[in-house]
């Protein structure tokens, strides 16, 4: 069955980072686009990062473009989150999921069809 685990979060001071991974198991990860999402306390979540199933394209919410990084790694079946400059605004629960599809979604739930357990990430200012 298709798996999706997370690893990476935890508390940091703004202006550090931290990086995400999401390990795939169950399905043939390059037929799959990817994105990372998160959602903050009494928010809907967002979508902030999408990648297509080569890693070539790309998408990032207006709020993290120019601090964080989407990349994959095929042979480690594992997308991955590099957040940079964190905010206090960046405290949320992140999540890794799955496009049914190969080419580059537009980063919303709909377009998304698995997900994984969520890690959080804590920003203290």
């Known amino acids: 069955q298709v798996q999706m685990v997370q690893s990476g979060g935890g508390s940091v001071q703004a202006g550090e980072s931290l990086t995400l991974s999401c390990t795939v198991s169950g399905l043939n990860f390059d037929h799959h686009a990817m994105g990372w999402f998160r959602q903050a306390d009494g928010k809907e979540r967002e979508g902030i990062a999408c990648i297509s199933w080569s890693g070539g394209s790309t998408n990032y919410a207006d709020s993290v473009k120019g601090r964080f990084r989407i990349y994959r790694d095929s042979a480690k079946r594992t997308v991955y989150l590099q957040m940079n400059n964190l905010k206090a605004e960046d405290t949320a629960m992140y999540y890794c999921?799955?496009?049914?599809?190969?080419?580059?979604?537009?980063?919303?739930?709909?377009?998304?069809?698995?997900w994984g357990e969520g890690s959080r990430v804590t920003v203290s200012s």
């Open positions: 999921a799955k496009s049914p599809g190969g080419g580059l979604p537009a980063c919303v739930e709909r377009m998304m069809d698995f």
